[in-house]
């Protein structure tokens, strides 16, 4: 009989050592590619208590379609180069309204400010805790 720890530390082993399943570095190497870019209002949800599909959401907006899919690119390349990891699904990037980009432990949100406000993710996990990220600079 198979041990379930057994099978879920195997499905979420990184299968090399260029490859992190840190969730932390993960969130910090995302939030460093979205302010390159200069997203606006982005906000780390801590979900890991609420909900087995993932440990974090990362939330912002940006101000039109071209910054939408460049936000989108920058995290998608930041994370290739410094984590040696691919986005595992990605949706919404022909239309740039809403795009997610799934990672297991971390799906990020890049939406336009109207779709934002309209679904609403952080009135939705409201139980979730909310870390606000600031630009540095």
């Keep these: 009989m198979t041990n379930k720890m057994d099978i879920a530390e195997s499905q979420f082993h990184t ?3 260029s490859k992190t399943a840190d969730s932390q570095l993960l969130l910090d ?3 460093e ?3 390159e870019k200069k997203a606006r209002d982005i906000k780390i949800l801590d979900v890991s208590s609420l909900t087995t599909l993932t440990d974090y959401f990362v939330v912002c907006h940006g ?5 939408i899919r460049a936000l989108a690119n920058s995290v998608i390349e930041n994370v290739k180069e410094k984590l040696g ?6 949706e919404g990037l022909d239309a740039r ?4 980009l799934d ?4 799906v990020v949100h890049i939406f336009s400010e109207e779709k934002r ?3 609403g993710i952080e009135r939705m996990w409201n139980d979730a805790e909310i870390t606000e990220v600031e630009d540095s600079e």
């Design 15 to 17: 299968d090399s050592p």
């Design 33 to 35: 590619g979205l302010l």
């Design 97 to 100: 309204r809403w795009i997610i």
């Design 117 to 119: 406000e309209y679904y």
């Design 29 to 31: 190497t995302i939030t």
């Design 63 to 67: 101000n039109s379609e071209t910054q």
């Design 103 to 106: 990672y297991v432990n971390v």
């Design 85 to 90: 990891e691919n986005v595992w699904k990605k």
